[in-house]
């Protein structure tokens, strides 16, 4: 089997500070597009291959399969400073990832989903002595 894959993305992200920088706000997007060909090949059962299974080959009768599909991720975060020392952060993301066309699963042949997944995480950061001294929970 022969494939080819083409994925083209596109991202934005931004990154802001306010009141003194105690407030630190990030935004970020990526949106991902897929292009992926299959091509699978034929038993050649002439010539020396006559009256034998043949040989499998690549030619104008090979069948191909083409696959077109796009997922995006999305991320939020902000961290609080309410102390010099002293950070509060929280983040959250969600994706949907590019699928695998050249995996098949199931009696049908198809195409497994594509993964995805949510993400929420919180958290508090400490760092004493000019940032010798870091601790961070999450």
Not at 1 to 15: D, G, I, L, W
Not at 52 to 79: E, H, K, L, N, W
């Amino acid at each position: 089997t022969k494939s080819r894959r083409t994925v083209e993305s596109q991202m934005f992200a931004v990154q802001s500070a306010f009141w003194q920088r105690r407030i630190v706000t990030t935004l970020g997007y990526r949106r991902d597009q897929l292009e992926q060909s299959r091509t699978t090949p034929v038993r050649y059962t002439a010539g020396i291959w006559a009256g034998t299974d043949g040989i499998q080959v690549f030619d104008t009768a090979s069948p191909t399969s083409s696959y077109r599909f796009s997922g995006s991720t999305t991320t939020a975060g902000i961290v609080v400073h309410p102390l010099s020392w002293l950070s509060v952060f929280a983040n959250r993301s969600r994706n949907l990832g590019l699928p695998d066309f050249s995996q098949r699963v199931g009696a049908d042949g198809g195409v497994p989903p594509a993964p995805q997944g949510n993400g929420f995480d919180t958290g508090v950061m400490v760092a004493l002595r000019n940032d010798r001294i870091v601790a961070r929970v999450s």
